[in-house]
């Protein structure tokens, strides 16, 4: 996994100490490394501890580890021991000759303190003396109070938090795990979960999300301890509603790819993809709701929760991904047509939506509208239209009759002529007259479109 494959998990990635990593050969979630939880104590001499005499317990760490083999190997499996100044108050009885109570300086100019860290390269008792000193640890003061970071926009501890801090800002430590170990243990409690949010002007958990902040953590353990002290990861759904785009290097989250795809694609990192999805919460059983569009504008708002469900998904182009964004979520209702005063489905009701509106909407047919409501439009409007087609007609030509009936009674009633036939036949060319008109006006039609409003108006009742 190359540096550039981890910055596809969050740009934070990216600053990772020495950029350009090799492969990973072993998990980034494995077993507690060497040089953390498995070293042993360093032991002081003590001649007078029972056992055998050439045991590490009455010889010391240093001159055990000399007689072996790899003495170098068998020092990187101990605990390095800590720089001490003299205290009067180690100093009882027989215990004066000890490191506690002459202090570390004084402790590595005895002789026999002395020949054990000796080299053959030494050319002065400095060289020897400065050995044996460095080789201790700082003494511990008092550590740095853990902090959370409120997300503010200032370079400091207390907007960054503890945790990234030392993940991307331990200048003033030699590395990352000095920065952890010179803190106070995380707070009692779980921490909340972030996603990453690109509002936040730096590299932090805040911007880069909890996950790329813990295993950008080079010490295993610490990075276990990282996920162990926050939240589980709420299992994602492909296109979820926090998924940030659509397309482009944005769409590269967690909330777009769904935590199955997401575990698969990170299995190298974190070992296995049944481990990475052990970090999460159990997946939903239930269906997302479907959401409506919340405002006119977004105000760049690239999300599910402002543009609606049906923007979000149809901005997919895949149509495989599509078809799998309106899946996951629940039937998008059918509506009667309210008013004509707005462009919305909410106003123009679903059949003007999905029939004069589709192309506008984003889908590829008035089909794809119907279908993503759970209907099958070619079904629908034939059942529909054929009852209607049949009723309107049916209205339509006693409106026609009434019209004929109409105006042989006012021909009649005018008393211009006596002759029936003329009234008659004035009569028919009025209804005649009337039918054409309907037909061309689209009378019929619109008709058609009021029946199936009425229908899904009912539909919505029950």
Request: hydrophobic letters at 35%; charged letters at 25%.
């Amino acid at each position: 996994m190359h540096s550039t494959q981890l910055v596809l998990l969050a740009a934070a990635l990216a600053s990772l100490a020495g950029a350009n990593q090799t492969t990973v050969t072993t998990s980034l979630m494995g077993e507690s490394e060497n040089n953390s939880l498995a070293l042993l104590p360093w032991l002081p001499p003590s001649p007078k501890a029972e056992g055998d005499a050439e045991s590490e317990k009455r010889l010391g760490t240093k001159a055990y580890c000399r007689q072996q083999t790899d003495e170098a190997q068998c020092l990187k499996q101990r605990e390095k021991p800590v720089f001490l100044d003299a205290d009067k108050s180690k100093c009882k009885t027989g215990t004066w000759i000890s490191e506690p109570c002459m202090g570390t300086v004084e402790w590595c100019k005895r002789g026999d303190i002395m020949k054990e860290w000796k080299l053959a390269s030494d050319k002065t008792a400095k060289q020897t003396l400065d050995r044996c000193v460095m080789y201790r640890n700082p003494p511990q003061g008092p550590k740095d109070p853990w902090l959370l970071g409120s997300g503010c926009s200032e370079l400091t501890e207390a907007c960054l938090g503890s945790d990234s801090l030392c993940v991307w800002y331990h200048d003033l430590y030699t590395g990352q795990e000095e920065c952890f170990l010179n803190h106070e243990p995380r707070p009692a409690g779980q921490m909340p979960f972030k996603f990453r949010n690109s509002s936040f002007f730096t590299d932090s958990e805040f911007r880069n999300g909890t996950e790329a902040m813990c295993l950008a953590i080079k010490s295993n353990q610490t990075r276990f301890d990282c996920f162990r002290a926050r939240e589980k990861i709420p299992f994602q759904i492909p296109f979820a509603p926090g998924c940030p785009a659509v397309g482009g290097d944005e769409a590269i989250d967690e909330r777009c790819f769904g935590s199955a795809a997401w575990c698969e694609r990170l299995k190298d990192i974190y070992g296995s993809a049944a481990l990475c999805l052990s970090l999460r919460t159990e997946k939903p059983k239930t269906k997302l709701p479907w959401r409506t569009k919340q405002a006119p504008k977004c105000d760049g708002l690239d999300m599910e929760a402002c543009l609606g469900t049906e923007a979000f998904c149809v901005r997919l182009k895949d149509q495989l991904e599509r078809r799998e964004c309106f899946a996951l979520r629940e039937t998008a209702p059918l509506l009667s047509a309210a008013t004509d005063r707005c462009a919305e489905e909410t106003c123009v009701g679903t059949v003007t939506w999905c029939s004069d509106r589709w192309n506008q909407t984003g889908y590829y047919n008035t089909s794809e509208c119907f279908a993503v409501r759970d209907v099958d439009p070619i079904e629908f409007m034939n059942t529909i239209m054929d009852e209607m087609d049949l009723q309107t007609e049916q209205i339509l030509v006693t409106a026609a009759l009434k019209r004929a009936n109409v105006t042989m009674m006012m021909e009649a009633l005018k008393n211009e002529t006596q002759d029936s036939n003329i009234w008659m036949k004035k009569g028919v060319i009025a209804g005649r007259k009337l039918f054409r008109m309907t037909g061309r006006e689209g009378y019929l039609h619109k008709g058609i479109k009021r029946g199936i409003e009425h229908a899904l108006e009912v539909d919505t009742h029950f």
